[in-house]
Each structure stands twice: as C-alpha cells, then as structure tokens.
C-alpha cells in the first residue's frame, strides 16, 4: 500500500528554518509531479510548492517564493522543503502529496489532482 510520510516539523521563531521530508513507500512515485500543502486553524488547504517528476521544474505560491524550495530525490523516492525566513503566517500543518496522473508536464495547483496524501507535520512559527 502507497504511503506518505511527513517529518521535520517543529517550533521555530520567527526568521528561523525547517527541512521537510517526505519519505514515500509501498510504490515509487518517480513518474509523479509531487506537492506540498498547508492548513491553517480554520482555513482550507492550500498549494505551496509543486515539483514535476523530473525535478527540472518548480511553481511556489506568491507568499513563500524567495524563502522555500522544494527539491526531491528519485533515487531515494523523497521529496523535501527547505523553509528559510519562516513568519508566523507560515504556521500550519503541512502535507506531502503525489499527483494522480504520471509524467503529466504541468504542476498542479489544486487539491482534487493530487491522490495520495501523507499524514501531515505541524510547523509553528512564533512572534
């Protein structure tokens, strides 16, 4: 069974960094487009980051360009993102999750084109 799992969530202060993992099993997700989300209290689950399967293309939200990079490693079937100069806006939990179509060339944005979904890490960014 395909699974996602998240690490390297955890507390930092504002300006700080995190590294996100996302270690896949039961399947290579090697021909998938990978994405990280985030949910806020009371908000809906939004796109961050997108990476095609190749790795030779990436899209970020307006809000984290400049400060996050996603990156992923075939080889080890793991996606990552490196959050720098965090704020307290990026306070959420974040998810992993692999595309529902393989080798499609255009990074998705939206929620329902992603299929496998891991369990989520909390960031928190304190003031």
């Known amino acids: 069974q395909a699974q996602l799992v998240e690490s390297g969530g955890g507390v930092v202060q504002a300006g700080g960094s995190l590294r996100l993992s996302c270690a896949a099993s039961g399947r290579t997700f090697s021909s998938n487009a990978m994405g990280w989300f985030r949910q806020a209290p009371g908000k809906e689950r939004e796109f961050v980051a997108g990476?095609?399967?190749?790795?030779?293309?990436?899209i970020y939200t307006d809000s984290v360009k400049g400060r996050f990079t996603i990156s992923r490693d075939n080889a080890k079937n793991t996606v990552y993102l490196q959050m720098n100069s965090l704020k307290p806006e990026d306070t959420a939990v974040y998810y992993c999750?692999?595309?529902?179509?393989?080798?499609?060339?255009?990074?998705?944005?939206?929620?329902?084109?992603?299929?496998?979904w891991g369990q989520g890490t909390q960031v928190t960014v304190s003031s």
């Open positions: 999750a692999a595309d529902r179509s393989r080798l499609r060339v255009r990074i998705e944005i939206r929620v329902d084109e992603y299929e496998y």
């Open positions: 990476i095609n399967w190749t790795g030779g293309s990436t």
